[in-house]
């Protein structure tokens, strides 16, 4: 059982710091020999767990949920009202959005999610983090300079635009719900999934459509 | 604590390397240590104390070294300070005793299994208490100046800031005492900073900050 002796985790990190390998490959594998020699670990579920997370959890999935919810406005309500309920409906409920809640854009509103603290994110819904979110220019600079960070993803916000940061610093996961692009009112719900980027459910792309770009 | 991964509003970072790789791992063994922190848990443990222990790793490790590297070396502290693998082991680069003491090796499990734990994760963090919220929502509050000596969800930049109450989250446990080992829930509610209360270069910006606090953090402004 853990004591939750900090001390004692200093004093462990600097051990690790000058006893493990230099190479993160090889840090892993160490960690993953000593559990697996213990039995704490099962090598072919990691082989799932990789394969859960590199085929079927991903941003498709939060593609589908903001699909959905431009073509049903019902289900845009209970989205807005309780999303862990309103993907659960979709099978999506799961690691880190049981607190889901999902912020919409709007003309006058530009939403955009952060942690600064660590690097948490709605995992069953977007899948894994992409690399820029968990690195500290990130999270150092969505609270204090959003419209800068938006620039460098080639978003450019009007003034008149309320920019909205929200920081993940309690259990709580946020989505943000894009405005559905002019243009596509003909589109059905499948090639609307097509259109729904990553970052814009990040908040790090906002004008969604045949001159977005793409899947970034 | 005021540690390296308190990182909102620092400055010096630098430019975001946008990247339009959408691939969830760049190594194989990024996606190892995503498996083993999946499927392997000490008993006991909250994900306070783990992220405590991941922000007590050194500085120059913490921000020298990639994300999932990180996550390794949290998972070998939590494991070795909960007594379950030595430091001796750690050098040895293998288990030095057979008697383990964890009961049976865990089994293999398949994708849909994994699928089904993933869905079954969804944990929820509220609860009913007795306690009245002592706040309501359209309410001015000001944010305690210090932070807690250990694991806080208080960030350094929205100390001693003044915000409105925006939205009552529910009872959540409390991050400062899971991370040693007690759990109590407490009000948590989402508060709207405006960026020209929290940035000295914000003065005539109409931006917001939203962060979710625990009533401990807040007093009426």
């Known amino acids: ?216 | 604590m005021d540690g390296i991964h308190d990182l909102g509003g620092k400055q010096g970072y630098g430019p975001i390397e946008v990247d339009d790789d959408e691939s969830p791992f760049h190594h194989d063994w990024e996606g190892r240590e995503w498996g083993i922190a999946q499927c392997a848990r000490t008993p006991g443990i909250t994900i306070d104390w783990w992220r405590h222990c991941r922000e007590l790793i050194k500085p120059e490790d913490y921000l020298g070294r990639p994300y999932f590297d990180s996550w390794a070396q949290t998972d070998f502290s939590t494991y070795i300070e909960a007594g379950w693998i030595t430091l001796d082991e750690i050098d040895a680069g293998k288990a030095l005793t057979e008697d383990t003491n964890f009961g049976n090796p865990v089994t293999a499990m398949t994708l849909q299994q994994v699928l089904q734990e993933d869905h079954d994760h969804a944990v929820r963090f509220d609860a009913e208490i007795d306690v009245p919220v002592a706040f309501s929502v359209g309410q001015l509050v000001i944010t305690a100046r210090h932070g807690n000596k250990g694991h806080t969800r208080l960030p350094q930049y929205a100390r001693g800031r003044r915000g409105t109450i925006n939205a009552y989250n529910g009872a959540h446990v409390f991050p400062d005492l899971s991370a040693e080992g007690t759990e109590i829930h407490q009000h948590c509610y989402s508060v709207c900073f405006a960026a020209a209360e929290l940035w000295p270069e914000s003065e005539a910006s109409h931006d917001k900050v939203y962060l979710d606090l625990w009533e401990s953090y807040l007093a009426q402004a």
């Open chain 1, 1 to 216: 059982m853990p004591e939750f002796d900090a001390g004692k985790v200093a004093e462990i990190h600097q051990h690790l710091h000058s006893h493990l390998p230099s190479e993160s490959a090889l840090r892993v594998k160490a960690l993953e020999t000593l559990l697996v020699d213990k039995g704490l670990v099962n090598p072919q579920t990691i082989d799932a767990w990789i394969e859960a997370y590199t085929d079927e959890i991903g941003p498709k999935r939060g593609a589908r949920v903001v699909a959905k919810a431009w073509c049903d406005a019902e289900y845009k309500n209970r989205l807005l009202q309780d999303a862990s309920a309103a993907i659960d409906e979709l099978g999506f409920l799961g690691k880190a959005t049981a607190h889901l809640k999902v912020v919409e854009n709007t003309d006058q509103v530009h939403n955009l999610v952060v942690c600064t603290l660590c690097s948490c994110y709605p995992f069953s819904i977007l899948g894994i983090a992409p690399a820029w979110y968990k690195a500290a220019a990130y999270r150092s600079r969505a609270v204090r300079d959003p419209r800068g960070v938006l620039a460098e993803f080639g978003v450019a916000i009007d003034e008149d635009v309320e920019v909205r940061v929200w920081d993940s610093t309690a259990e709580l996961r946020y989505l943000v719900l894009p405005q559905r692009p002019p243009g596509s009112e003909e589109m059905n719900e499948e090639q609307l999934v097509e259109l729904v980027s990553r970052n814009s459910m990040i908040g790090t792309d906002r004008k969604l459509g045949a001159d977005s770009k793409g899947k970034g």
